[in-house]
């Protein structure tokens, strides 16, 4: 048996620098105002958000940047006295009152678990963590280690009581994990931030979650790269460009975390009802809209149920567009989205929907 770990925060991070470096291609002539950037790591990936202003910029970034520590804080799965890992250690004893913030994520995850039917579901933390993609030598749980953390994911026995703001886990040993939704709800808010300070020209970056206010700051729309699920490491990084102004762009994928057992890839992607990494002949999935914390959840969701349901849920939200890509490297575009994405790669071709 051959194993080997595909993560690494030093790829991550030269990513997002060279993401970036493509995305800001300013040119042109006149007064342009002052660029602010500023990268950290947070919510389990590089983060870097560039904002053009006056001195007043740099601080309206830096409560921004006081924002993601804030929901970090609260929502993350392995901070010990979050919201979310309060929840969790009372699984089946008692509810858990918790900030506003996060009974708003999970109230829209549970939203999304009933529109999705199951496919986006925030339970699957006992299967995050049975498998434990991240971790060195690490082989297939056994199946019975998969039925029986299976037993523990149900979004519908996640209970919420609307006026005193508790969540409740029905049985004991579930748990819950915003990962595929919280870094949505970073971005909307880092942008919400942005905006009330002023900033009318910003890039926002979260790993797979990118969003721009404005256009770019000497006109003309932002060019959002997406990334190759099967770049290696020569040519462009993106087999796609979208235009565009004011949007949020999410891109969930296999490519993102993942392990190789004798040759078979294993990602960070489960399907609530099998227990497995999604297997649904999808590479990658892209979601445009407004909002980032409803193309996050739906991102997922899509690279679970595939290519015929994917189309389905999003002509459902009205709201959404998407980019969908197979492991035989087809790619399906939405029709709201057809005149506004550029494949640049010749080894990807446009499927029909």
């Not at 080997?4 to 040119?27: C, E, G, P, R, V």
């Not at 089946?92 to 939203?111: M, N, R, S, W, Y």
């Not at 006992?126 to 056994?142: E, F, G, R, T």
């Not at 796609?240 to 990602?267: C, F, M, N, P, W």
Request: charged content about 25%.
């Amino acid at each position: 048996m051959t194993f080997k770990i595909k993560n690494n925060k030093i790829k991550i991070f030269f990513a997002s620098f060279i993401s970036i470096i493509s995305f800001l291609l300013l040119s042109g002539c006149g007064a342009k105002p002052k660029k602010i950037q500023k990268e950290i790591f947070s919510l389990n990936t590089v983060i870097n958000i560039t904002v053009y202003g006056d001195e007043e910029a740099e601080k309206v970034l830096q409560r921004a940047i006081n924002r993601i520590y804030e929901i970090e804080n609260r929502m993350s799965a392995t901070i010990s006295k979050s919201d979310v890992s309060l929840i969790n250690q009372n699984a089946g004893q008692k509810p858990v009152k918790v900030h506003d913030d996060t009974f708003f994520v999970i109230q829209k995850a549970l939203e999304y678990g009933e529109l999705t039917n199951g496919a986006f579901d925030i339970s699957i933390y006992p299967l995050v963590k049975l498998w434990d993609i991240k971790s060195q030598n690490k082989n297939i749980p056994a199946k019975e280690e998969i039925n029986d953390a299976l037993d523990l994911v149900d979004y519908k026995k996640i209970k919420l009581n609307f006026d005193e703001k508790t969540v409740f886990l029905e049985k004991e040993g579930m748990s819950i994990d915003l990962g595929g939704i919280a870094k949505g709800y970073a971005v909307d808010e880092v942008r919400k931030t942005l905006e009330e300070g002023g900033i009318k020209y910003a890039l926002i970056y979260m790993g797979g979650d990118i969003a721009v206010i404005g256009n770019k700051p000497e006109g003309g729309l932002w060019r959002i790269g997406i990334e190759d699920p099967r770049y290696q490491n020569e040519g462009s990084r993106h087999f796609a460009v979208i235009e565009g102004a004011d949007l949020s762009v999410v891109t969930s994928g296999d490519y993102q975390r993942y392990i190789e057992i004798d040759g078979k890839r294993y990602h960070h992607i489960f399907n609530p009802y099998t227990g497995y990494p999604a297997e649904a002949n999808v590479m990658s999935t892209t979601v445009v809209g407004k909002s980032s914390i409803d193309a996050d959840a739906l991102a997922t969701a899509i690279f679970v149920l595939g290519v015929d349901e994917g189309l389905k849920i999003m002509e459902k939200t009205n709201e959404f567009d998407g980019i969908i890509v197979t492991k035989d490297k087809y790619v399906y575009i939405t029709k709201g989205l057809k005149d506004k994405v550029d494949i640049i790669k010749k080894e990807y071709n446009q499927g029909n929907i």
